[in-house]
C-alpha cells in the first residue's frame, strides 16, 4: 500500500490511496519553525554516542506533527498493508518552505509502538519525489546489471571498497543473479565511456568520499557545493558535481544512481554535529567529512541535484556513514534490487538489516539512507532474468603489444589502478620515464600496454623486444616513424653512420636520439609526435648471477642503454621511456632518471574478479558441455596462483577451461601443480 505527503503552493496534504486524510495544512512560520528544529535535533543527534532515545522521541515528535488534531497518519496505519510506502512529493523546483518539509527526516516516524522501520510487517519506506510522476520505460528482461566505481584519490583516506564489491557479488547469488562490471579508474569520464560501450545497465554504485560544501582552492569565496571526490586518470583528486557526474553519463544514463560516499544527500550549508561513535579515525573508516556550520540557506544536496538533473532515481547518504555501514546496506540493498523489489522496498529492507545489527557501527547508522526520484524514478530496475553478454565483440581477439608481445585483453585487465595512475603522473612529470618491476607473469607488459593505451593520443609508441642493440633500435625507430619524413630521413642517416662506424655505436645512438627527440619528436602538437620508448624485458640483458638485485647491465648492451636514459630528457622532450624488467637494475646512477613501480601480487579481491571475468569469456561463443563444472575449478586456480595473473590465466582459460582438455585431466593436472609451487616435487611437462 502507499500513502503520500503531497507539497505545492507552500502547504500540504496527507492521503491514503489516493484519498485524503483531513484537511491541507499550511507551511507557516510555525510550521518551518518545527521542520527546522526536527532537522537541527537530527543532526545533533548524529554526534552521540548512544542516539536511540532520542531518535525514538524525534521521530514520535515527527508523527504526532504530521498526524495532527485529526489524526490523519494514524488513520493511514490503520489501513497499511506492508509494504508501506510514504512518498513525500514536492514539485521540481520546490520553494524554501517546501524543501524544509521534504527533508525532514521522514525515516525516523514512530508511534507507541517505536520506530516504524523496525516492524518488519509494515515493511516502512518513506522515499522523497522532485515532480510528478509519470510512466517509465518498463526495464528490459535482463536479471540486475550493476557497474560498481571506486575511487579513493591519492591523498584521501583509503576505503574498504573491495569488501563492499565482494558484499554484493556474495549476497547476489554469489554473483550467478547479477551482471556486474567494475570500473577500476576512478574516473567519471571513463566510466561513462564503460557504459557507453555496453549500452547501458540499470544501476550504477559510487563508493568514494564525498563533501557537502566543497570551493575550489582558486576560488576560496565562490559557494560551497556538494562534490564527490572521485579521481582524474593519474589517480589525483577529481572533485565532481552533479552537473559533471550527469554529463559523463549522459551516453547511457542508468535508471538508479547509488552514491555511497558520505554527506551524498545532505545540502551544502547543513549544520552538523561531529561524528557519533565509531566513525571515529582508527575506530572505523567513513566517506566524508561534515560540514562546517552555516546559516539556514538551503541548496541542492548532490542527491537533489541530480535528480534535477534528470536522474531517475538516486540514493544516497544524509551524514557520515561509517565504511562498514555502507557495505552492510548495500549487501541487503542488492538482494532486493535482484529479487525485482522497488527501490524504496529494498531501502526498507536494508535498513531494517542495519537496525537490527549487534554491532553498533551498523546500527547507528540505520536511518541516513535517502531515496530521491524524479518523475519516472521508483519501478523496480530488474525485469527478468536473462544473462547479458557484458564483453565487447572482439573480446575473442588476441591484443598485442606492438608486433610480438602479446598482453592481456581490455575485459581481461584486472587491478593495477595504483600502479597505473603512478606510471601515468610520471611521465606527465619530471622524470624520463618509468621501470615496471616484478616477478614473472605479474602482468607488467599488460600495465605497459594499459599505459601505453592511455597516452595513445599524445605519444607515438615504438616497442623494443628481445633484440636490444642499436640497429635494431633505429629499425624499430624507422617501422614506427615510417610516414612522418622528417624523422625517417633522420633515422636512416644514422643508421648508415653506424654501419660506417660501429666502434661509436654509444656516440652516435645518442646523437640521434638527442636530434630526433629535440627536433621533430620534440612536442606535442608540432610535427611528428613524441615518443613512447617501450623497452619490454629488460631482464634478457641483465647481469643476474649475484642473486641481488639491482642487477648490472651487460657490458655488449650497456652503451644502448646508456645513450638511451641520457637522451631522453624531459628538459629536452615531450618523449618518454616505459620500460618493464624482472629486477631493477643499476647503470652509473642513470636509472635514477626512471620511476620505479613494482608489481605486487594480485590481492584477493583482484584474483576474484579475474575469476569472475574467466568465467563470463568462457560463456560466449560454444561453451563445452561441462562448463558449469569447470568453472567451479576456477576458485581453486585463483588459489593456486598465489596472485600471479599470469600463472592464473594459464590455469584457467589455457586448462580448466579449454575444451581440448578433459576435466578429470584437468583436475589432475591443476593438483600436480599445487603440489609443485608447494616445492614437494616436479611438475611434469603438460603442467609446465
Given amino acids: 500500500m502507499s500513502a503520500q505527503i503531497l507539497i505545492n503552493d507552500d502547504s500540504f496534504e496527507l492521503l491514503a490511496e489516493g484519498h485524503a486524510l483531513g484537511p491541507r495544512r499550511r507551511l507557516d512560520a510555525e510550521a518551518l519553525a518545527l521542520l527546522d528544529d526536527f532537522a537541527r535535533r537530527d543532526r545533533m543527534l548524529l554526534g552521540e554516542r548512544c542516539p536511540n532515545a532520542g531518535l525514538l522521541a524525534l521521530g514520535r515528535d515527527l508523527f504526532a506533527w504530521l498526524d495532527g488534531r485529526g489524526g490523519a497518519l494514524t488513520t493511514a496505519l490503520s489501513r497499511a498493508l506492508g509494504p508501506w510506502l510514504l512518498e513525500i512529493r514536492g514539485p ?29 510487517l509494515l515493511a516502512f519506506a518513506p522515499l522523497r519525489r522532485l515532480g510528478a510522476p509519470r510512466e517509465a520505460a518498463a526495464p528490459d528482461d535482463y536479471r540486475l546489471g550493476l557497474a560498481f566505481m571506486a575511487a579513493a584519490p591519492w591523498g584521501e583516506r583509503t576505503l574498504d571498497q573491495e569488501a563492499e564489491e565482494c558484499a554484493i557479488l556474495d549476497a547476489v547469488g554469489g554473483g550467478r543473479e547479477l551482471d556486474l562490471i567494475v570500473e577500476e579508474s576512478g574516473d567519471p569520464d571513463q566510466l561513462g565511456q564503460r557504459l557507453a560501450e555496453l549500452e547501458g545497465l540499470p544501476v550504477v554504485h559510487l563508493s568514494c568520499h564525498g563533501t557537502s560544501d566543497w570551493t575550489p582552492p582558486d576560488a576560496p569565496k565562490a559557494q560551497p557545493r556538494p562534490v564527490l571526490l572521485l579521481e582524474d586518470e593519474a589517480g589525483e583528486p577529481n572533485p565532481t558535481d552533479a552537473a559533471a557526474l550527469i554529463q559523463a553519463l549522459r551516453p547511457a544514463p542508468p535508471r538508479l544512481l547509488f552514491v555511497s560516499a558520505c554527506l551524498s544527500a545532505t545540502p551544502s550549508g547543513s549544520a552538523a554535529a561531529p561524528a557519533g561513535p565509531g566513525h571515529k579515525e582508527g575506530a572505523a573508516n567513513v566517506r566524508g567529512s561534515l560540514p562546517p556550520v552555516r546559516g539556514s540557506a538551503f541548496v541542492h544536496s548532490l542527491a537533489t541535484a541530480l535528480v534535477e538533473g534528470g536522474a531517475p532515481a538516486v540514493l544516497g547518504w544524509d551524514g557520515k556513514v561509517a ?147 642499436a640497429a635494431d633500435l633505429i629499425d624499430r625507430l624507422l617501422e614506427a616513424l615510417q610516414s ?205
Fill in 92 to 120: 521540481l523546483r520546490p520553494s524554501a518552505g517546501e524543501w524544509s518539509l521534504l527533508r525532514a527526516p521522514w525515516e525516523l516516524l514512530a508511534d507507541a509502538d517505536g520506530h516504524l522501520a523496525r516492524n518488519p
Fill in 323 to 469: 565504511d562498514t555501514a555502507a557495505t552492510a546496506f548495500a549487501k541487503h540493498f542488492y538482494q532486493g534490487l535482484a529479487r525485482r523489489l522497488e527501490p524504496a522496498e529494498a531501502v526498507a529492507k536494508a535498513r531494517l538489516a542495519l537496525f537490527e545489527s549487534d554491532d553498533p557501527n551498523l546500527a547507528h547508522d540505520w536511518h541516513l539512507a535517502r531515496l530521491w526520484l524524479g518523475p519516472e524514478g521508483g519501478p523496480p530496475v530488474v525485469g527478468g532474468g536473462r544473462k547479458r553478454s557484458l564483453l565487447p565483440a572482439t573480446h575473442g581477439q588476441k591484443e598485442m603489444l606492438g608486433k610480438q608481445v602479446r598482453v592481456a585483453s581490455h575485459e581481461m585487465f584486472v587491478g593495477r589502478r595504483r600502479q597505473l595512475q603512478r606510471a601515468l603522473s610520471a611521465l606527465r612529470g619530471d622524470r624520463a620515464g618509468v621501470l615496471l618491476h616484478g616477478m614473472g607473469r605479474l602482468g607488467k607488459s599488460s600495465l605497459a600496454a594499459r599505459i601505453a593505451n592511455r597516452l595513445r593520443h599524445a605519444l607515438t609508441l615504438v616497442v623494443v623486444y628481445d633484440r636490444y642493440g
Fill in 484 to 688: 612522418r619524413r622528417p624523422a625517417r630521413d633522420l633515422l636512416r642517416e644514422g643508421r648508415e653512420r653506424l654501419r660506417q662506424d660501429p666502434d661509436r655505436a654509444e656516440v652516435i645512438l645518442e646523437d640521434l636520439l638527442i636530434e630526433l627527440l629535440s627536433g621533430p619528436c620534440a612536442q606535442s602538437g608540432d610535427g611528428t609526435p613524441p615518443l613512447l620508448l617501450l623497452i619490454d624485458d629488460l631482464e634478457q640483458i641483465l647481469e643476474t648471477d649475484s642473486g641481488v638485485p639491482p642487477f648490472r647491465v651487460q657490458a655488449r648492451s650497456a652503451p644502448v642503454l646508456r645513450a638511451v636514459l641520457r637522451a631522453f630528457d624531459p628538459d629536452r622532450s615531450d618523449s618518454r621511456l616505459l620500460i618493464t624488467s624482472r629486477f631493477p637494475f643499476a647503470l652509473e646512477g642513470l636509472e635514477e632518471r626512471l620511476q620505479p613501480i613494482q608489481l605486487p601480487p594480485f590481492s584477493p579481491a583482484d584474483r576474484r574478479k579475474l575469476q569472475r571475468r574467466q568465467g563470463d569469456a568462457a560463456h560466449q561463443g560454444q561453451p563445452p558441455p561441462d562448463l558449469e563444472a569447470r568453472e567451479a575449478l576456477l576458485t581453486q586456480v585463483a588459489a593456486i596462483a598465489r596472485g600471479n595473473p599470469g600463472l592464473q590465466d594459464l590455469l584457467g582459460p589455457g586448462l580448466v577451461l579449454s575444451p581440448s582438455v578433459p576435466l578429470e585431466r584437468a583436475r589432475e593436472l591443476l593438483a600436480r601443480m599445487d603440489t609443485w609451487l608447494a616445492g614437494a616435487a616436479s611438475p611434469e611437462p603438460e603442467v609446465q
